[in-house]
């Protein structure tokens, strides 16, 4: 158990191997004199290893020497060898000292920022806004507010309508949300029309407040009125503003080109490696090497290690193996159908990602272009899809 194994290692234990013909009563003995022996291994015949307290051991040289035994100690654990050691080695202890101090000091800082989100352009401009208030990788952990830093960046970041933020280690980690303005709230009781919001060929107009101005079969381009919230009327002396609702499906168009090289240039590796070793500090870098990389095409693989287990704690020095292997170039020609269905595929793949998840896939279209050097898809995809957003009437 963790707690026994912890009392001997406090009290201190040896290993020792003994060696001798009654070896059998010696144990017994051991156990008669209420003398704790575990993890006994019988190498042979005539010979064990053992582990035993250091009062323990005391008491059993008697019992070796009566029973005609020879004892070895094999190495010497737990406690009080180690304050022993260290009492003879007073720069090593001095030396540990400075390095937890240096280590506790470094760890009161932050070295690393991250920002989690899906679009990059938020992320770079969280980034650039966090450093216009000297939050950046060497600021003390004590000088950073995250309940500011979360209101802060909704307040003045339009784009954004989620944060979190918390401190991991020597890390600041922010994780944003990108707000969709695509189709704000409006309040029931503002007048508004339902526009499209891009080119369609209607296909059902059901106007629930407000009156339809389009009809199916209708072709209607972006930003086009296709329920008015603004009722005219005779007997009205002037006219009615109302809150538009209703639902418009429309047939659209998604278009894609892909293009690849019919021949295509691999990189063989020789087998030929060149080593270059960087120690890394926060954002600071040293490399570790001789003369530049003698291959004129190479690959890199980067291997990082950390000189202190993160896990224990988060530190900002790192060592970066970077291995560049050489490389040939050679050219081989793909086959052509085989494009064709991996271009296909591919450019499908990436109109669906960009359609509504409710959008009805109604036809697929893919045509080809062949020259000397490349094969070109042109991917037409068409939808049946919502195209209505609403739109605040403007006085």
Same mark, same amino acid.
């Given at each position: 158990?963790?707690?026994?194994?912890?009392?001997?290692? *406090?009290?201190?234990?040896? +290993?020792?191997? &003994? #060696?001798?013909?009654?070896?059998? $009563?010696? /144990? %017994? =003995?051991?156990?008669?004199?209420?003398?704790?022996?575990?993890?006994?291994?019988?190498?042979?015949?005539?010979?064990?290893?053992?582990?035993?307290?250091?009062?323990?051991?005391?008491?059993?040289?008697?019992?070796?020497?009566?029973?005609?035994?020879?004892?070895?100690?094999?190495?010497?654990?737990?406690?009080?060898?180690?304050?022993?050691?260290?009492?003879?080695?007073?720069?090593?202890?001095?030396?540990?000292?400075?390095?937890?101090?240096?280590?506790? *000091?470094?760890?009161?800082? +932050?070295?690393? &920022? #991250?920002?989690?989100?899906?679009? $990059?352009? /938020? %992320? =770079?401009?969280?980034?650039?806004?966090?450093?216009?208030?000297?939050?950046?990788?060497?600021?003390?952990?004590?000088?950073?507010?995250?309940?500011?830093?979360?209101?802060?960046?909704?307040?003045?970041?339009?784009?954004?309508?989620?944060?979190?933020?918390?401190?991991?280690?020597?890390?600041?980690?922010?994780?944003?949300?990108?707000?969709?303005?695509?189709?704000?709230?409006?309040?029931?009781?503002?007048?508004?029309?339902?526009?499209?919001?891009?080119?369609?060929?209607?296909?059902?107009?059901?106007?629930?407040?407000?009156?339809?101005?389009? $009809?199916?079969?209708?072709?209607?381009?972006?930003?086009?009125?296709?329920?008015?919230?603004?009722?005219?009327?005779?007997?009205?002396?002037?006219?009615?503003?109302?809150?538009?609702?209703?639902?418009?499906?429309?047939?659209?168009?998604?278009?894609?080109?892909?293009?690849?090289?019919?021949?295509?240039?691999?990189?063989?590796?020789?087998?030929?490696?060149?080593?270059?070793?960087?120690?890394?500090?926060?954002?600071?870098?040293?490399?570790?090497?001789?003369?530049?990389?003698?291959?004129?095409?190479?690959?890199?693989?980067?291997?990082?290690?950390?000189?202190?287990?993160?896990?224990?704690?988060?530190?900002?020095?790192?060592?970066?193996?970077?291995?560049?292997?050489?490389?040939?170039?050679?050219?081989?020609?793909?086959?052509?159908?085989?494009?064709?269905?991996?271009?296909?595929?591919?450019?499908?793949?990436?109109?669906?990602?960009?359609?509504?998840?409710?959008?009805?896939?109604?036809?697929?279209?893919?045509?080809?272009?062949?020259?000397?050097?490349?094969?070109?898809?042109?991917?037409?995809?068409?939808?049946?899809?919502?195209?209505?957003?609403?739109?605040?009437?403007?006085?």
């Amino acid at each position: 158990m963790l707690v026994i194994r912890l009392w001997n290692y *406090f009290r201190g234990y040896v +290993i020792i191997k &003994v #060696e001798g013909l009654m070896l059998e $009563k010696l /144990i %017994n =003995d051991a156990i008669n004199n209420n003398i704790y022996l575990w993890d006994i291994e019988r190498v042979d015949y005539t010979t064990l290893v053992a582990r035993v307290g250091l009062n323990g051991f005391k008491r059993l040289i008697q019992s070796i020497e009566r029973f005609g035994c020879r004892v070895n100690v094999v190495k010497e654990k737990g406690l009080p060898f180690f304050v022993s050691r260290l009492k003879n080695r007073k720069m090593m202890v001095v030396g540990f000292i400075a390095f937890f101090c240096i280590i506790f *000091f470094l760890t009161s800082f +932050i070295w690393t &920022v #991250e920002v989690i989100g899906e679009d $990059k352009n /938020i %992320n =770079d401009k969280v980034i650039s806004y966090l450093k216009k208030y000297d939050i950046k990788p060497g600021i003390k952990k004590s000088n950073i507010d995250i309940k500011m830093i979360k209101d802060q960046l909704i307040y003045d970041i339009n784009d954004i309508s989620y944060t979190r933020a918390e401190i991991v280690g020597t890390k600041l980690i922010i994780e944003v949300k990108k707000r969709d303005i695509k189709n704000p709230d409006i309040k029931s009781n503002v007048p508004c029309n339902i526009v499209a919001d891009k080119k369609a060929i209607i296909q059902k107009v059901i106007a629930k407040n407000g009156k339809a101005i389009v $009809k199916n079969g209708d072709i209607v381009k972006k930003g086009q009125i296709l329920i008015s919230g603004k009722i005219e009327d005779e007997r009205l002396e002037e006219p009615l503003l109302v809150h538009s609702n209703g639902d418009v499906m429309g047939k659209t168009n998604y278009t894609n080109i892909m293009k690849e090289p019919i021949e295509k240039i691999i990189k063989e590796e020789t087998g030929k490696n060149y080593v270059v070793r960087e120690l890394k500090i926060g954002s600071k870098s040293i490399s570790i090497a001789e003369g530049s990389i003698p291959f004129k095409y190479y690959v890199e693989k980067a291997n990082r290690n950390a000189l202190i287990d993160n896990s224990i704690i988060s530190l900002p020095f790192e060592l970066v193996t970077h291995k560049y292997c050489e490389v040939i170039h050679k050219s081989i020609k793909q086959d052509v159908d085989s494009l064709k269905e991996i271009l296909r595929v591919r450019g499908i793949k990436d109109l669906m990602n960009k359609m509504p998840k409710d959008a009805k896939v109604v036809s697929q279209h893919v045509s080809y272009k062949i020259d000397d050097k490349y094969i070109t898809a042109i991917i037409h995809v068409e939808v049946i899809e919502h195209i209505g957003i609403k739109k605040i009437i403007e006085h």
